[in-house]
């Protein structure tokens, strides 16, 4: 078993910046990816980046290319993501997910989510 606890959430205005943290413990943290997805309020949960289990290579979704940042510190057994250029869009509960593979359809372990929101 994985356990996930994430934090770093709140309230922040639109353009701010904000960087959620994916505390891990119970198994090798080194040895899953780690995604991060969000779910908006009446939306279903989306993707929004990963990152393999060396941090070699990570993932985005669309939307969020190249203004959020997903990291990892193995000997932490923490990921981050790095959220900037904030929208009001990007207001949901973000949650943090394990899986020996990046490209899971669906993470086998989850956070209990963090809630952001972008204010306009």
């Known amino acids: 078993q994985v356990q996930l606890v994430e934090s770093g959430g709140g309230l922040v205005q639109a353009g701010g910046s904000l960087r959620l943290s994916c505390a891990a413990s119970?198994?090798?943290?080194?040895?899953?990816?780690m995604g991060w997805f969000r779910q908006a309020p009446g939306k279903e949960r989306e993707f929004v980046a990963a990152?393999?289990?060396?941090?070699?290579?990570?993932i985005y979704a669309h939307s969020v290319k190249g203004r959020f940042i997903i990291s990892r510190d193995n000997a932490r057994s923490t990921a981050y993501l790095q959220m900037n250029s904030l929208k009001p869009d990007d207001t949901a509960d973000y949650y943090c997910?394990?899986?020996?593979?990046?490209?899971?359809?669906?993470?086998?372990?989850w956070g209990q989510g963090t809630q952001v929101t972008v204010s306009s």
């Open positions: 990152i393999s289990s060396s941090g070699i290579n990570t």
């Open positions: 997910a394990a899986d020996t593979n990046m490209l899971a359809v669906r993470y086998d372990y």
């Open positions: 119970g198994r090798t943290f080194s040895s899953y990816a």
